[in-house]
C-alpha cells in the first residue's frame, strides 16, 4: 500500500464540513492544513481534527507536505486559487464549478497541462451508486437505445437556510451554475457529451432575503438568471430537457429520467451519491439492486478517485469533464439570451465506469 495523499484545503465554510469526515475516514487521504480568509473559522473547522495545521494560503501553497490542493472557495475565486496552487507545482481538486466562467476554467485547464499537474473537480456524486447503477443498466442495453432524458430541480433558493447565499446570485451561481453541475455531470455520465444546446431563462424579481443566521432578514441583490430551461442535444442523439429554478417552491417530477427504446430509468437526486434506481417493464415499475459505484460515499470519494488515478490517466471526476459541463452551462445560458441553438465547442470522454466497490477502495 502507498502512503496516503496529502490534502491542503483552501476555504473552510459550509461545505468543508462534508468533506472532512469523508478525508479523515478515507485511507488514501490525509488532512494535514487548511487555509481560510477567517483564521479563526478555519480553526473552528478542524477542531475535531487534531493536528491539521492552519496557514495563511501562501503557506499552505508553498508547503511541501502538501500533494493536492482542495478548492473549496467561492466560485468567483475557484480559478485565482486553482492557478496559484498550479503555479505552486501543486495538483488541484475544486469544488464546483471548475471557475465562474468557462474561460477561466481553460486557463486552469492550460496552466496544469503546461505545469504537468492533474486537475479535477466535483460533483463527484455521480460515482456513487444511485448513478453509477443507473449508468450500468443503460451500458447493459436493459432499455435499449437511449432516446431522451429529463432533468428536474426546483427550489424557492437557497438563501432560506445558507447564513451567507450571496455568492449564489452573482456570475458563477444561480440555479444553472449551481445545482446544475450535478445534473449536467450525470446526464454526460449517462448519455455522453453534449453537442449543442437551446435554452430560455427568466429572472423573477431583483432581491433575495436572508432567512437565517446573523444576517436573517437582510436583503441581497440578484444578478442572475433564476430559472434557466433548455434542451442538450448529446452527441449520440439522445435529448435531454432540462429545468433548473430558484424561483418554483416545489415539484414530485423525478430529478432524472431516461428514456429508451425498451424501457425507462428514474435515477435519483445527482445531489446524493445513492437511492432508488427504478426500471419499468411489462409489470411496471421495479428497483434495481445497487450493481455498480462507491457504496457508502460522500463527498471527497471523488478526490480519493482522483488521488488515486494512475498517472497520465483522465480521472473520473476531472478537469476535461467539468470544463465541459461548465461549457455546456454557459452555452444553455447564451441560447437563452439570444434566442438561438448554440454549438458545444468542447467535449470529453465518457467517464470510466466504477464497479460497485466501498467507497474506502476509492
Known amino acids: 500500500m502507498g ?32 487555509a481560510d480568509l477567517d483564521p479563526e473559522r478555519a480553526r473552528e473547522a478542524v477542531l475535531p481534527y487534531p493536528g491539521v495545521d492552519v496557514l495563511s494560503v501562501a503557506e499552505l501553497l508553498a508547503d511541501p507536505r502538501v500533494d493536492v490542493v482542495l478548492n473549496l472557495t467561492i466560485p468567483a475565486a475557484h480559478a485565482e486559487i486553482a492557478l496559484q496552487a498550479i503555479a505552486a507545482g501543486k495538483d488541484v481538486y475544486c469544488e464546483k464549478p471548475l471557475a465562474a466562467t468557462a474561460e477561466d476554467a481553460e486557463r486552469i485547464l492550460r496552466a496544469a497541462d503546461a505545469a504537468r499537474v492533474r486537475v479535477g473537480c466535483a460533483p463527484d456524486t ?16 436493459l432499455i ?3 432516446i431522451a432524458a429529463t432533468a428536474t430541480m426546483i427550489t424557492p433558493g437557497h438563501e432560506r437556510w445558507h447564513p451567507n447565499p450571496d ?3 452573482v456570475p458563477g451561481g444561480g440555479p444553472l451554475l449551481d445545482m446544475g453541475p450535478y445534473y449536467v455531470t450525470s446526464l454526460v455520465t449517462l448519455l455522453g457529451p453534449v453537442a449543442s444546446v437551446i435554452g430560455a431563462a427568466s429572472r423573477t424579481r431583483s432581491k433575495r ?8 432578514g437582510e436583503e441581497i441583490q440578484v444578478t442572475v438568471d433564476t430559472h434557466v430551461t433548455g434542451v442538450l442535444v448529446h452527441a449520440s442523439g439522445a435529448l435531454s ?15 432524472i429520467e431516461v428514456h429508451g427504446e425498451k424501457g425507462s430509468l ?4 445527482p445531489n446524493h451519491f445513492d437511492g432508488s434506481v427504478l426500471v419499468s417493464g411489462p409489470d411496471g415499475w421495479r428497483d434495481l439492486p445497487a450493481s455498480a459505484g462507491y457504496a457508502e460515499a460522500a463527498r471527497g470519494v471523488g478526490l480519493a478517485d482522483f488521488a488515486s488515478t494512475p498517472a497520465g490517466q483522465e480521472p473520473r471526476a476531472g478537469g476535461a469533464l467539468a470544463f465541459h459541463v461548465l461549457d455546456v452551462m454557459e452555452a444553455l445560458l447564451s441560447s437563452a439570451h439570444t434566442g438561438v441553438a448554440v454549438n458545444v465547442t468542447s467535449t470529453c470522454e465518457r467517464p470510466p465506469p466504477v464497479y460497485l466497490r466501498p467507497s474506502e477502495e476509492a
Do not use: H
Not at 455521480?126 to 442495453?141: E, S
Open 266 to 269: 428514474v435515477v435519483p437526486d
Open 241 to 255: 430537457t432540462l429545468v433548473m429554478s430558484f424561483d418554483g417552491t416545489a415539484t414530485r417530477a423525478s430529478n
Open 3 to 34: 502512503q496516503p495523499v496529502n490534502v491542503g484545503v483552501v476555504g473552510c465554510g459550509a461545505i468543508s464540513a462534508q468533506y472532512f469526515p469523508t478525508i479523515d475516514r478515507l485511507p488514501g487521504l490525509r488532512l494535514v492544513a487548511v
Open 144 to 146: 435499449g437505445a437511449p
Open 209 to 216: 432575503t436572508i432567512g437565517s443566521g446573523p444576517r436573517q
Open 167 to 169: 455568492f449564489y446570485y
Open 126 to 141: 455521480v460515482l456513487g451508486t444511485g448513478t453509477q447503477t443507473a449508468r450500468k443498466a443503460i451500458d447493459d442495453g
